[in-house]
């Protein structure tokens, strides 16, 4: 089994676009700081980073959407099995999810940290704050962001690889049909509740007890992302397993 | 110990590319895979590779299974004409993955290698000419040091002087520590020499599969005036003739009969496997 060389591969493929995330990120705050000197009181210029999670499940399910092909490629040409390469992804998707957790709750510190040494210039809060209105200042606050961050990125993550996985197997005809089909399907189906209230009565309740029961506090929140990236990543394998080279 | 295929086929769309196709690739052998363009050796390769999969029919390799098993395969390199390496990557770090996946990759030598033959380690490899990413895929072909090493198109793009040293080292290196090397090419002159079996592939089946030699002692080549060859190949299994004026040579199967009448003023040579191939496809 060739199940560690290729997470090494897949991790490799990763580290120089989280690098360069954190250092944007770091960077942006560094400027900012180095520009206190030159405020003045009626520059009313204020730095906030609440949310930075928000940022990063994007920046996840971005990196997620280019993991696939240049890997699965260079996987095969060293006769890697695609079962050892879906293996290694899974360790891969949570190595990646882990360190971004923990990037973005030592980037959300570090802002507040600096919120206090600056209030009128930085604040930080963390999205699980903002949504569960919990301390994340305290340790077990952080324990939980990181939690919260960790379970997020899986599940976005995981769409996004099935999605680059399924957009691989697809032919052209399948890519135009899914890739401008759903966005005008998603349009069609919104419009038509829009115009009749009778359905929204229905679907718009039912979207939002769904969200509510399935969101609605952090171990309800870790099922749901945990199904979600069972359900994407057991997708994955089925277009995953008979995918050839193009 | 050998590789061996029983009844692939394989079809993509309406095109049927491999026909249940049955072949085995014996240990420490020189093989060259022939067949014209399309005849399905790339198809054929990439199969026993599993970089596609067969739409019925089974790859073993070493009496295991050969699909889907990273233990069967990576006992096989393919070198094929696609490349299958990120375009962003340098030679330098291709070298470095191909030991962590192969742990016989023989970096040293690789990069012994990529001078000999001019190929810059900080190279990019979608800044590679052709015939430069033919010579970093032999490369690597040569020094991952494994049981079965499969080369599609070896020479792509390569000029003489780089064929030469290909084949000089290949030599070299199967003198020194013999392996199994399956040569897809259609220069076939050029590897005539080198390889020891041959496996001929027409429209997906397999034509001829038998040691160059006992392929070659099959059959004869017969020159001279057209109405003296005309007269002598009467009745004889010929699979094709050449004109050139009023001269001709026929390529006959079975064994020159020098004596007989017919056989006056012609002269008799071996068969020419180029020949062979070109009069065993062409129908």
Same mark, same amino acid.
């Given at each position: 089994m060739k199940i560690y060389p290729s997470f090494r591969l897949q991790l490799q493929d990763h580290i120089p676009a989280v690098i360069i995330y954190y250092i944007v990120l770091i960077s942006m705050a560094l400027l900012s700081l180095a520009l206190i000197p030159f405020m003045t009181p009626n520059d009313n210029i204020h730095v906030t980073t609440n949310g930075v999670t928000v940022v990063t499940i994007i920046f996840a399910y971005v990196c997620s959407l280019c993991a696939f092909k240049d890997s699965f490629l260079l996987n095969i040409q060293h006769s890697v099995s695609r079962r050892t390469q879906f293996i290694a992804r899974l360790g891969t998707l949570g190595t990646v999810c882990a360190v971004l957790a923990l990037g973005d709750e030592l980037y959300t510190l570090l802002l507040t940290g600096l919120g206090r040494l600056f209030p009128t210039v930085f604040s930080g809060e963390s999205l699980y704050r903002m949504i569960y209105s919990y301390d994340g200042m305290s340790p077990k606050g952080s324990v939980f962001n990181i939690i919260f961050s960790f379970f997020s990125f899986l599940a976005v993550s995981s769409l996004g690889y099935l999605l680059t996985v399924l957009n691989y197997r697809l032919n052209k005809i399948g890519k135009v049909l899914f890739w401008a089909g759903t966005p005008i399907a998603v349009g069609l189906i919104a419009s038509y509740i829009s115009a009749h209230p009778s359905v929204a009565g229905i679907i718009i309740p039912f979207l939002t007890g769904l969200i509510w029961a399935l969101f609605s506090s952090l171990p309800r929140m870790i099922i749901s992302c945990t199904l979600l990236t069972v359900v994407f990543s057991g997708l994955t394998w089925l277009l995953m397993r008979r995918a050839g080279v193009k | 110990m050998s590789i061996e295929l029983a009844n692939i086929t394989k079809s993509f769309g309406q095109v049927q590319a491999l026909r249940g196709v049955s072949a085995v690739f014996h240990e420490e052998r020189i093989y060259g895979l022939l067949g014209r363009n399309g005849a399905g050796k790339s198809t054929l390769l990439n199969i026993l590779t599993g970089r596609i999969f067969p739409d019925s029919g089974t790859v073993t390799v070493d009496n295991e *299974? &050969?699909?889907?098993n990273d233990s069967a395969q990576s006992k096989i390199f393919l070198m094929s004409e696609t490349t299958l390496h990120p375009d962003f990557m340098r030679v330098s770090k291709a070298f470095h993955w191909a030991g962590i996946f192969y742990p016989g990759f023989d970096e040293g030598y690789a990069k012994g290698l990529a001078q000999e033959f001019g190929l810059s380690l900080k190279a990019k490899i979608s800044g590679l000419s052709t015939g430069y990413r033919s010579i970093f895929k032999l490369i690597l072909a040569l020094s991952v040091n494994v049981p079965y090493v499969l080369l599609d198109e070896p020479v792509l793009g390569l000029d003489a002087n780089h064929r030469e040293l290909f084949y000089k080292r290949l030599l070299e290196k199967y003198t020194a520590k013999p392996f199994t090397v399956v040569l897809s090419t259609h220069l076939i002159e050029e590897v005539a020499n080198l390889i020891e079996d041959v496996i001929i592939i027409k429209e997906g089946e397999v034509l001829r599969q038998e040691s160059r030699d006992e392929l070659l002692s099959g059959g004869y080549t017969v020159s001279g005036g057209s109405a003296a060859v005309e007269t002598y190949i009467q009745g004889k299994n010929v699979l094709g003739v050449d004109a050139l004026g009023g001269l001709r040579t026929a390529y006959v199967l &079975?064994?020159?009969? *020098?004596?007989?009448?017919?056989?006056?003023d012609l002269e008799f040579g071996p068969m020419d496997l180029q020949k062979l191939f070109i009069q065993l496809t062409n129908s």
């Open positions: - | *299974r &050969g699909t889907e &079975g064994v020159p009969e *020098r004596d007989s009448q017919s056989a006056k």
